[in-house]
């Protein structure tokens, strides 16, 4: 058993379901990455581990406990963290400020976890007085994934980290995760750049209308023909 | 000449400037509320003006009672006593309001037009629970001394033709708009709840996430924005007099200050309050007896030249509002609370 | 329960009150109270074209009600010769240099590149407006002013029938409402409701300061009416002779003198409720006819567009429909409605006083008329009208019976029981609150809910 999986989930936002079955599991020091195509659920996957989607059937486990029912800020103080792909930082406070809101719940001293996020970006250290609003498109997701690293996560959730940032700018963001992984954090990511998501993952999961239709160690995926050639562009 | 400078000078002061930077502060310390519910709560609240009616009738309540046991402060007015518990009983009808009207909205989501319009039903019962009270009329509440400098002291004191007077309730309300201001943003700066506040109004779904409590943060904004009220409307009505209808008016040069300085942004809602204040004021002031002092005795002005009749004084906040949103439709300053 | 039902039985339940009103109190009393509740009506369903057709927020009703009640004054009062000659001229010059200025202003726009060159030319227009304007306007006002001021000083009106400022009055609020619109119909809606709140405000500033217009504070009394006077009528033969025909069995046996007297009292009496008839029907078919034709346009292609941009301005938008044109439409329209309505209120009230006009009566009482009715619902606007008018009219009588019921144990000058009395008339803002809020929570689609529509305005 995995530390967090979600097992046979059905559920959606009212109306139909998008997820018809699907499951998804991530262990500690492991980066497992969610990939396919537009509309195959694979966001609403992540919303419904972290509780932003009600399951109708299916269950979500944590480190063994069933979190299915708990709200998403109970699992944010269970060890969970979660990027949003849009709005995910606080526009108008300062660096700092952003993480310090990371680390609202934690009472005890958040210096060196902060220090060590500046160690992670250290362009966030210099731009710490900063309105987070200003920054680049990169330096924002930095913020945001440092924003949710000041928690402590032992799971980090990503959605599409990478989504308008230039090549470059991804290729850097990728490396940290692979650090952040270093630290035994378990990172599950979807990813639209599925190829350099996949060549980082330790496991994949292939999505198609809410259900799994492949499952193998990323190296693995991205060398199966019929992944390359339905969900990678040949 | 160089007298009528001076004299010119010290008329200004006397008529514009001492008089704006009073109204100003009592502005801003309305529209601070104002954004502040804006920012947080999502809507434009109309009973905010009733609300400072409310925390103001309280505080003369009080201060009736106290000048009837003979309780004093001096040279200063005895509603400063009052004041705790107005902030007090205001604040304790926001909460209420919160709770009877506007959760029920909050916690449906609903549209902020129909917040907007549960507020005017709250305006109407706190309208109708003031007049209840103390009726419509005009209320004197100030006590102490009315003057720190009158304009005789002043003239014999320096020689000049002009007097410059400045009221007690002048010099308080700025010292204690100044004192609420440096309270509010050392609040929202440097504290966790503060933080907490800022970030739910930045961005309501992450703020959620980081585990930040909305219902403490809903708290924390009626508790602030009631308690401006009511210091804010003391402070008018002792300035100028109590009644709870020009209460009411208050709430258009207020939310144009709020708009006009970027809704949800503090330090806008301040500048706002000034730029109202001062327009208000400079726009209504006749300026015969000033450019006397200024041009040569062939050139002086036979009217009053005064650019706006006093009854059209709401008009200036109004033009303000919308000359600026339509040059910059989001107000001087961008953004939400920060 | 249907729509249809629930407006019947609302109806009934105002009938019913509107009779036990007749028989408790008088039946003038009865039909003063029916009159302002048509009126009401008549506003209601100009703030329910705005708000439930198109979802806009429109907190300036009050101006438009005034300027309704400026049209009735300008129509029907015979002129001020003298003061015309005085000071008119002038005003038509300060008019020109105001239309001068406006067309230089928006030339500069047009033509000039934008910069400081289009600012400095803007500004220059302005200034030169100002001062020219005032130079005609100042003196024209003061002369027209001093055309004896204690019962004129102003122009006087064009001395037409009153009736006819009825339509006058939905013009004048129309083109206000289309100047008004062109500058704040561009805001968000809670910045277009601050703002027309703003405007309001304004245009009553104006009418209480502007003499030369309708005298301001000093009020114009004695309008003309359009239908008979008491006493003309208690003079009529053939009013008395109905009278004495509808109370034959009463007049009957009484002696000479004994008949004469009583026939007198019972014409003054009935003079009294014959011209409020007569109120009554010109302002029912002025209702009926504002109705219909909300009716027909709710119904129509028109309204159908009204309703999607309402339920989905993006959306509409992006189908091709120009938002901005449509809710001017109906800016226009429901402010026209108002027009007539505060039109008729003056003429009713015989008197035009600028004072009178307060928000809280003319701006949010009109506002809860529209939601306690059904906002969207023509005959849920009307109810609406009748329900809360009745209410807010009866509530002063009954917060007073009440205050006499609880305290009348106390001394009569008891100090506190004083102060009740005296409050007992500020219990109506009160009463109208809660009715709001109750009435938004617990049946947000009001007594006659919207029925063509999908959506509803205040629960979505």
């Keep these: 058993m995995s530390f967090l999986t979600g097992t046979d989930m059905y559920g959606g936002y009212g109306g139909g379901d998008i997820l018809r079955g699907c499951a998804v599991a991530v262990d500690k020091g492991e980066i497992v990455v969610m990939v396919g195509p537009n509309g195959a659920g694979k966001s609403t996957a992540m919303k419904a581990l972290f509780g932003m989607v009600r399951l109708r059937q299916g269950e979500v486990r944590l480190a063994g406990q069933a979190i299915t029912h708990l709200s998403p800020q109970s699992r944010v103080r269970r060890g969970m963290a979660f990027v949003p792909q849009t709005g995910n930082i606080f526009t108008t406070m300062t660096v700092q400020e952003n993480l310090e809101m990371g680390a609202f719940l934690r009472r005890d001293d958040i210096s060196e976890s902060m220090e060590r996020v500046f160690g992670l970006f250290p362009a966030l250290g210099e731009k710490r007085r900063q309105t987070a609003g200003e920054l680049s498109g990169g330096q924002r997701q930095q913020v945001a994934i440092g924003r949710a690293l000041m928690t402590q996560p032992a799971v980090l959730m990503l959605d599409e980290p990478t989504a308008g940032v230039a090549p470059i700018v991804m290729d850097e963001l990728f490396d940290r995760i692979l650090e952040i992984r270093q630290a035994g954090i378990a990172v599950l990511m979807v990813e639209q750049n599925a190829r350099q998501a996949l060549a980082i993952a330790d496991r994949g999961f292939v999505l198609v209308t809410g259900e799994n239709r492949f499952t193998d160690s990323g190296r693995a995926l991205l060398a199966n023909p019929e992944v390359r050639r339905s969900f990678l562009g040949g | ?338 | 329960m249907s729509g249809n039902a629930r407006a019947a039985i609302g109806f009934g339940v105002v009938a019913a009150a509107l009779l036990s009103i007749g028989l408790g109190q008088s039946w003038s009393v009865s039909l003063a109270v029916l009159n302002l509740c048509l009126i009401s009506a008549v506003m209601a369903l100009g703030v329910n074209i705005q708000w439930g057709y198109a979802g806009l927020f429109n907190v300036g009703t009050m101006a438009f009600a005034a300027l309704g009640g400026l049209a009735a004054v300008v129509v029907s009062q015979p002129p001020v010769h003298e003061a015309v000659s005085a000071g008119g001229a002038s005003l038509l010059l300060a008019a020109g240099a105001a239309c001068l200025t406006v067309a230089l202003i928006s030339l500069a726009c047009r033509r000039l590149p934008a910069g400081a060159l289009r600012t400095i030319a803007v500004v220059l227009a302005a200034l030169a407006g100002y001062f020219s304007i005032g130079a005609f306007f100042n003196p024209a006002v003061e002369a027209i002013e001093a055309v004896d001021p204690s019962s004129t000083g102003y122009l006087g009106g064009l001395g037409l029938p009153i009736v006819m400022s009825w339509a006058v009055g939905g013009l004048f609020a129309a083109g206000a409402a289309w100047a008004i619109g062109r500058v704040a119909l561009g805001l968000r809606a809670d910045y277009f409701a601050i703002a027309t709140l703003g405007i309001s405000e304004i245009v009553i500033a104006v009418l209480k300061n502007e003499d030369w217009l309708a005298r301001g504070v000093k009020n114009v009394t004695g309008l003309d009416r359009p239908v008979p006077y008491e006493i003309g009528l208690q003079r009529a033969d053939w009013f008395q002779d109905l009278v004495h025909s509808l109370h034959r069995d009463t007049l009957t046996g009484l002696t000479e003198t004994e008949s004469a007297a009583l026939l007198r009292e019972l014409v003054v009496g009935a003079s009294s409720i014959f011209v409020k008839l007569c109120y009554a029907g010109l302002f029912a078919a002025v209702l009926l006819v504002v109705l219909l034709l909300s009716e027909r346009a709710l119904r129509s292609p028109w309204g159908r567009m009204m309703r999607a941009i309402r339920d989905n301005e993006t959306a509409a938008e992006a189908l091709g429909k120009d938002v901005y044109r449509r809710h001017m439409q109906v800016f226009v329209l429901g402010s026209a409605v108002v027009g007539v309505a505060g039109a008729m209120l003056v003429t009713l009230d015989g008197q035009f006083t600028p004072t009178s006009y307060i928000p809280l009566r003319f701006t949010f009482l009109i506002w809860v008329m529209v939601i306690v009715g059904g906002s969207g619902n023509n005959l849920g606007a009307v109810l609406g009208g009748f329900i809360v008018w009745l209410s807010w009219i009866e509530a002063e009588p009954v917060a007073l019976w009440a205050v006499a019921t609880l305290t009348a144990a106390m001394p009569p000058d008891d100090p506190f029981r004083v102060h009740l009395v005296e409050a007992a008339a500020h219990v109506r803002p009160i009463l109208m609150g809660v009715i709001l809020l109750l009435v938004m929570r617990f049946t947000p689609r009001g007594v006659v809910p919207e029925t063509v529509g999908r959506q509803r305005p205040l629960s979505s």
């Design chain 2, 1 to 338: 000449m160089e007298v009528d400078v001076v004299n010119a000078m010290v008329l200004l002061a006397n008529f514009v400037v001492v008089p704006a930077l009073a109204y100003g502060s009592q502005l801003a310390l309305g529209a601070l509320g104002i954004t502040l519910v804006y920012g947080i709560l999502r809507f434009a609240n109309f009973s905010h003006g009733d609300l400072m009616a409310f925390g103001t009738m309280v505080v003369i309540l009080l201060t009736w009672q106290l000048q009837a046991w003979d309780i004093g402060l001096g040279f200063l007015p005895t509603a400063l006593l009052a004041l705790p518990l107005g902030i007090a009983a205001t604040i304790a009808v926001g909460l209420a309001a919160d709770r009877a009207v506007f959760r029920f909205y909050r916690l449906r989501r609903s549209a902020p037009m129909v917040l907007a319009i549960a507020s005017v039903g709250v305006m109407f019962v706190l309208n109708g629970v003031v007049r209840v009270v103390i009726g419509p009329d005009d209320r004197s509440f100030s006590d102490g001394a009315r003057y720190l400098i009158n304009a005789r002291e002043f003239k014999s004191l320096t020689g000049l033709a002009e007097g410059l007077s400045i009221r007690t309730s002048q010099v308080l309300t700025l010292a204690l708009a100044v004192i609420a201001v440096a309270v509010l943003f050392w609040f929202l700066r440097r504290t966790r709840a503060g933080k907490a506040m800022r970030a739910y109004s930045d961005n309501e779904d992450l703020a959620l996430l980081s585990g930040v409590e909305p219902d403490r943060v809903v708290l924390l904004t009626w508790a602030i924005a009631a308690s401006l009220a009511a210091i804010a409307g003391t402070l008018y009505g002792l300035d100028k007099s109590f009644q709870p209808f020009t209460y009411f008016q208050l709430l258009l040069p207020m939310f144009a200050a709020a708009i006009v300085g970027g809704i949800g942004q503090p330090h806008g809602a301040i500048a706002g309050g000034f730029l109202v204040a001062f327009s208000e004021i400079a726009l209504t002031y006749p300026y015969k007896k000033f450019l006397g002092y200024l041009l040569p005795d062939d050139m002086r002005p036979v009217g009053l030249v005064q650019l706006l009749s006093t009854d059209y004084k709401l008009s200036v906040s109004f033009v303000i509002l919308v000359v600026v949103l339509l040059w910059r439709p989001t107000g001087l300053f961008r953004g939400r609370i920060s």
